[in-house]
């Protein structure tokens, strides 16, 4: 599939903002999975905002780390309860992994990390893409308390998962 050039904002306000950076049969796609706008930003972080009319119902991001460990990036994304179950951050996460490693180009790894709780997330993870690794004990620090993490990845030599 060949990519669109994103359009990037020029007024001061939404300055570095991009105006479009999926392709438009990539649009329809989150369309049939409930969403009706995608917009990407870039500031130093890649972040896709999920939207519908014009309430925001979830994003995903992409933190790309630096120096000598810049080939791996952290992915995240959060969906509003009212549309969970409904396929919408695994078509999110399958449609920002190619994009990521395509403008990402020296990106080797994509890791997710989840609660061991949180299986929706998992099987999100699992759905598009990523391999289940392992378990992090007392890896993160969350609301006050130190806690295990679920470590996925996806490697840019991974094959791209397709749509069922």
Not at 92 to 110: G, T, W
Request: hydrophobic share 35%; aromatic share 12%.
């Amino acid at each position: 599939m060949q990519r669109e050039k994103p359009q990037v904002h020029k007024d001061r306000k939404n300055r570095g903002t991009l105006k479009s950076h999926i392709t438009w049969e990539e649009e329809r796609e989150l369309v049939v999975a409930g969403l009706e706008k995608v917009t990407m930003l870039l500031w130093g972080k890649t972040c896709a905002y999920l939207t519908r009319g014009d309430r925001s119902i979830g994003f995903v991001s992409v933190y790309p780390w630096s120096g000598d460990d810049r080939c791996k990036a952290d992915i995240g994304y959060a969906v509003a309860a009212d549309y969970w179950g409904q396929g919408i951050a695994t078509k999110a996460v399958k449609m920002a992994v190619p994009q990521v490693f395509n403008d990402l180009s020296y990106l080797v790894r994509l890791q997710a990390f989840t609660s061991p709780e949180n299986k929706a997330s998992q099987r999100a993870l699992e759905k598009a893409g990523f391999l289940k690794e392992g378990l992090l004990r007392k890896y993160t620090y969350f609301k006050g308390n130190i806690k295990d993490s679920v470590v996925f990845s996806f490697l840019s030599t991974d094959e791209f998962p397709h749509d069922d």
